[in-house]
């Protein structure tokens, strides 16, 4: 081939222009891969291990949550930081066992108290770090204006201050508690007063996908702690009798409906690669509540308790950027290591406070097999100190529990009566054998218990121990106002 002097010149100006536009091209996608990561927690509420189709469940449609799990990683031996609202909500958004800073328990509405501002969340440490931040669904962790989301880094709140069941249209709690309405925010003002909350999943969802709209430049932080599955139990028509389990089946289809609205969202607007999308529950089932409660299987007990069923959640997460998907993670790991793990991922200083969480980040990408913690501690009732796992290892000390097994459990929304059990020595189970919890081997593992019992000592003196009456020397305290 031969070129006139006009023919190379020509040649030469559309190549240059090309390789200056690939080359900016390449610029911009570097630009953009080292953009810090957005991140979305969605956090549901009093979810049973069973309720999602990849962790067991036959007669729940989860088709979003299963392809969350096949795209990402699964986690079987996740656990909440609590057994309860408040004080698990407080574990994961502050890196702390609970006791450490002063929450225990729910809150009732016009408590006094709340998460002391002092506390870092996870939104106040990315905030600093340029991200933009929100949350959609349910805070309960002080509903006095100097305890709401918007003085502990989140830039926009919607939704409910407390649980949904803290009002006097329910016929269990309204009687005993004597609530108002329950009052609906955004930001810090009450916008609406909600009876019916029908719909309240829906919105949730619409105000996350226009969060993400809005926020398409710059990266976020979205929290979604959604009110259901805890009782009273609300679905939309669209829902409405779809599932196999009845009314609790359909709440948890239409919560993966939402799930999968998030994930559609980011898709169509390129962010799902650059994108960390979380998905767990804060407690296990409200057993007591019968068909209108969910599935802990194969897990003993639920809400309430330390025992596997309580703590042990389902837990999702997917970054395509980083991850490779397609993986079940066995290692155990606790909602208190989220915000280190977090921190690390998006290049931000931890809290100056001591917290009590430790970055899993290695063991995710599998550049590491083993949980970044030695052991986990379970709290529950006011700083008691029931159980740790250890390993594979599982001991409780003797304490007072509730369980709902041999009595008659509650139906269409009301309560059963539970029964309260006296542990008067301990246990020790092995859960690589016996996830039920059902052998006690205490008799057969003295030098583990032994392990175990030290390692407790170790952490009753920092974070204490009502049972003995012990106070811990590393404890904060809640906020408060007069």
């Known amino acids: 081939m031969s070129f006139s002097r006009f023919s190379w010149a020509k040649y030469i100006l559309l190549?240059?222009?090309?390789?200056v536009f690939f080359a900016c091209k390449n610029s911009s996608l570097k630009e953009s891969s080292q953009r810090p990561p957005n991140v979305i927690i969605i956090f549901t509420d009093d979810q049973g291990y069973q309720d999602l189709g990849v962790f067991g469940a036959a007669d729940i449609a989860t088709p979003n949550l299963d392809r969350l799990a096949k795209e990402g990683i699964k986690l079987s031996s996740f656990y909440a930081a609590q057994a309860v609202c408040s004080a698990s909500r407080a574990g994961l958004l502050t890196g702390c066992y609970p006791n450490r800073i002063g929450i225990h328990n729910a809150f009732m509405p016009e408590s006094k108290i709340g998460l002391n501002p002092k506390e870092v969340t996870i939104a106040e440490m990315l905030k600093e770090n340029?991200?933009?931040?929100?949350?959609?669904?349910?805070?309960h962790l002080g509903d006095a204006q100097e305890f709401l989301p918007t003085r502990h880094g989140f830039d926009e709140f919607y939704g409910i201050p407390y649980s949904n069941d803290m009002w006097p249209f329910h016929p269990q709690q309204g009687p005993v508690?004597?609530?108002?309405p329950l009052p609906l925010y955004h930001n810090e003002a009450i916008i609406d007063t909600l009876t019916d909350?029908?719909?309240?999943?829906?919105?949730?969802t619409n105000r996350s996908i226009e969060f993400i709209k809005r926020n398409i430049e710059t990266p976020f932080f979205l929290y979604v702690p959604h009110p259901q599955p805890h009782v009273p139990l609300f679905v939309s028509k669209k829902f409405m009798g779809k599932s196999g389990r009845g009314l609790y089946g359909d709440v948890i289809m239409e919560l993966d409906w939402s799930v999968g609205e998030?994930?559609?969202?980011?898709?169509?607007n390129n962010l799902e690669d650059n994108t960390i999308v979380?998905?767990?529950?804060?407690?296990?089932?409200?057993?007591?509540?019968?068909?209108?409660?969910?599935?802990?299987?194969?897990?003993?007990?639920?809400?309430?308790?330390?025992?596997e069923g309580g703590q042990r959640e389902p837990f999702l997460m997917r970054y395509p950027d980083q991850l490779t998907g397609g993986r079940t993670i066995s290692e155990p790991l606790m909602a208190i290591d989220l915000l280190p793990t977090i921190a690390e991922v998006t290049n931000s200083p931890l809290p100056q406070n001591t917290i009590d969480g430790k970055s899993a980040w290695p063991l995710l990408t599998g550049a590491e097999n083993k949980s970044p913690q030695e052991a986990y501690f379970f709290y529950y009732k006011v700083n008691e100190l029931h159980g740790v796992r250890y390993g594979n290892w599982k001991l409780y000390f003797p304490h007072n529990y509730r369980s709902m097994e041999g009595q008659i459990p509650g139906k269409d929304g009301l309560p059963g009566e539970y029964k309260y059990?006296?542990?008067?020595?301990?246990?020790?189970?092995?859960?690589?054998?016996d996830l039920s919890e059902c052998a006690n081997?205490?008799?057969?593992?003295?030098?583990?218990?032994?392990?175990?019992?030290e390692l407790a000592d170790e952490m009753r003196i920092k974070l204490g121990d009502s049972l003995i009456d012990l106070e811990g020397n590393e404890t904060r305290i809640a906020g408060k106002v007069e």
């Open 15 to 19: 190549h240059g222009v090309f390789l």
């Open 130 to 139: 340029g991200y933009t931040t929100g949350i959609f669904g349910k805070w």
């Open 177 to 180: 508690f004597n609530f108002g």
């Open 197 to 204: 909350q029908s719909h309240l999943t829906t919105e949730i």
């Open 262 to 268: 998030i994930l559609k969202t980011l898709k169509d």
């Open 278 to 307: 979380i998905f767990t529950s804060d407690n296990g089932p409200w057993l007591s509540y019968g068909n209108h409660a969910g599935s802990a299987r194969p897990f003993r007990e639920g809400k309430g308790t330390a025992w």
């Open 421 to 433: 059990i006296d542990l008067e020595d301990i246990e020790l189970y092995d859960l690589s054998k």
């Open 441 to 453: 081997v205490a008799k057969d593992n003295p030098e583990i218990v032994e392990k175990i019992k």
